[in-house]
């Protein structure tokens, strides 16, 4: 059974950073691609970044391109989001899911193919 644990979440100010943490367990953590993903209140939950597992593939939305970087460490079974410059628009409950295998960009974002989520933490950016 594969678990999914996020933390690192909390209240900051614009301009601030947080990195999240999300530890996995049950399966082979380097075998499998990593994302994160956010849902503020009223909205659709929306891709912000994934880890292929391929050195160097790694993606974001563009809201987040050049602030927030994804990266992992496998000895620790571990995917982190470090997010700097946050802004309000920021603020949401973000979760890291797990999926069985990376099948190109075109579909890295698409949430339907991860089979592993965690249980989110909170992230609130104050103007």
């Known amino acids: 059974q594969v678990q999914l644990v996020e933390s690192g979440g909390g209240l900051v100010q614009a301009g601030g950073s947080l990195r999240l943490s999300c530890a996995a367990s049950?399966?082979?953590?380097?075998?499998?691609?990593m994302a994160w993903f956010r849902q503020a209140p009223g909205k659709e939950r929306e891709f912000v970044a994934a880890d292929t597992r391929l050195g160097g593939y790694t993606y974001y939305a563009d809201s987040v391109k050049g602030r927030f970087t994804i990266s992992r460490d496998n000895a620790k079974n571990t995917v982190y989001l470090q997010m700097n410059s946050l802004k309000p628009e920021d603020t949401a409950v973000y979760y890291c899911?797990?999926?069985?295998?990376?099948?190109?960009?075109?579909?890295?974002?698409?949430?339907?193919?991860?089979?592993?989520w965690g249980q989110g933490t909170q992230v609130i950016v104050s103007s």
């Open positions: 049950g399966r082979t953590f380097s075998s499998y691609p």
């Open positions: 899911a797990q999926r069985p295998y990376y099948s190109g960009e075109f579909t890295i974002r698409n949430q339907d193919e991860y089979d592993y």
